[in-house]
């Protein structure tokens, strides 16, 4: 009998439902994973692990609303045990108790779960893929190697740590996989499940973990990087505890599994990379936001400027024709597509498009030039930077992971860089 | 793809212009940014200008001019001393032209009134140079015209001008080149010497750049041109609304105005032009555009689509099936199918305001 399986006997419903307060939340919590890493060291894993997803609300600053209210919506009811902690339950599925959300900010929100991870994980995509107004926060591979280097600079050298790599040339040329019109309306960084990777196929695929010490990867892996371009590609990254053995899997799609016995350590290290996220999304935002600012509001028209920068990709080997042609046909020709953008390509030479279209997730504008050198992203003033965070984890994932990335003239790395240097002590959460 | 006539294409040109101010990577750029190496900054894209009264007094019936002008770009240098009012041209015009009513206007303005006329000091503070942005070959007769038009108004009315200059861009065989006078490197304190290769390109590929404007009808375009930047105009409105009905809450009625659809795809310079035949040309395009839409959009949903004189199109999207049809069959509309050379011929509701 599965992990899983096992799992679904498992009844939370009575284990939670006595959690009415957010200390008492945290103490099950703890405990909890404290009894799971006992059982991880006798490989023995009778329960499922604590997960957490990191979310963002991705309304209009002005327009947003609470997540309760979305929630609602899509039929999940908050209950709320203490301030801005919640306990969710599925009203489509007879109120089960799916887990906990704490809302940090109005903007992002944690939702802390004990369910099986492909249960969890299904149940969390449907709700980002069924409201415009959700998303995950999106940890690109160039915001992993940064965490990276935290990583090193906070933990002994003698810690394990595990990184997972995951790039697939999707658009490589094998279009039987990918023929079926409407195969392709799932979240893509979720995607990848083994099923999805078994047929036989001729293009680049490179998902592999990677177990070492932290002073030997952090020796050996830029050379590695400079040498095989998909090690750029960090999907999955673990921060080491500092309380214990184990530590906590940061996923590119802001899951972070606890694979350590301490959960009150599990939610500050969520809180840290949140914090370095809000800054780089503040950071994005504000230089990349293209608007026409008026000097004047009282004459119509009067003394207009352009405020904002572009976002460059740039790759780092030109596309093949093959490549380029079929990544182009299979974004904006069907109506269901990996990248969720929806644009009529205006063709400008054999490897050269341009798209003013939507980002289908956010339903917000973005214009994009396509070549097989580099794609140039115009966003207007109001689509959330989550797109552009959203855009570089897909390059890196299915074209190729060693994109470069500027807002403007600055490098997306050293952005990310400037934000983690920028994480202060703050009393918002 | 006629490249040549495309650097001559002034929408091409003014967004060109916009590229040169855009932040971007040295090592990697997208369109080189002179101007924004130099640290010349958009000051302002389109906007009404006048000369003050008592120069307009001093130089009526002694010259001919215009009591207001709109130049393309303004931009400034990063303290704000100095102007440079930028001019898009097909091509250039002799002395007696029609144009040259505006480049004498242009002229006055860059002189020591630049300060009043943007409203920023006192006369004399600031200073200003007129540039024409043209295609290849065309600057040295624009030179001679300006400088003709500038003795003219020294002589007639002893004005001063402000200076003058010409950016020609031409094509290479995979490039596109922005060249300049010596006097525009000094006075803007350009970063690099002119020649300077702004755009490269691969062949038979189209150079130019994703467009901020991409429409504007009071210029002259070329046919091919013109049916771009209307593909282009229609592309944005079909994105918004999109955008719009697609982050709808349900059920709910999603109106969208000519006002909002044209602010929106010309990113708020529908707002700026002024309002002229072209202007209402536009509007019965955008009127024609969403009746396109509406046709296409299959009975009976079509019933979800109403128009109302003064209110505007409204897609009343009573429930989910309705709502995910709808943007279904938007997402299928293609603008590069529709005629777009079609002559729109006045109607009844031209001035009426939705």
Redesign the interface.
Known sequence: MGMDEEMSEFDILKEIKSITSREKMIRYFDGYSAERMEELDERKIKHPLVKSYMLEHIGNAGQQKKVTEILA?LGVESQKIDEDIYCLLDKRTNGDYMGFLEVLTPRYFVFYTLQPSVKADRWVKNLVLNS?ELDHIWLSGLTFNVLWQIVTKISKPHRYVSILFVHESIYQIDSEIYGDEDGEDEEISLSLDEEDVTEVVERRASKFKLVDKISVIQEKLSKLQELYSPLYAISQLRFPSPIGRGGHDFYDYGKVTNRSGNFRDHRSHILYVLKIYDELMRLTEE?AW?S?FKETVTI???????I???V?I?FGEPLSKETFDYWIKSTFGR?NNRFRL???P?I?????V?V???D?H????I???LTDK?L?A?V?RGTCGNTIHRLICNIQRYIDPAA?A?I????YKSMVEQSSKGVKYKLEY | MNINELCKDPLFQLNLAIWLAQPQPLSEFYVYPLFYESQLNIYSIGPRLALPLDIRLAVTEKIDFQDAIRPDLILTTAEKKKFCILECKSSSFGPNSSTAEQARTLLLVTGPVISEVLGIGKRGENEGILCYFLGSDGGELMEETLKILEKEIKDKTKLETGTYGCFEIKPSQTSIILEYPEKIKIFLNLTKDSPVEIIKFEEDTDPRPLYFVPYDPNIQQTKEEQELSRRILFERMLGHMISKIGGADIPYSVTFTTQELLDYATFGFYEIWEDNEAKKHLRRLVKDFLNQIKNFINEPLRESVIYEPQKGWSFNLKDRETHEEILKQLQKFKPENLDLSKKIGPTLFDDMGD
């Open positions: 919506k415009s230089k293209y026409i119509p028209g009067q003394f207009q400027k352009l904002g920068a572009p460059i740039k109506i929806w644009g009529n205006i400008l030479g054999p490897k050269k341009h003013y279209g939507v289908k956010l339903w917000k504008p214009f994009i030039e580099h140039v115009i207007p470069k500027y403007g003239d600055i490098e």
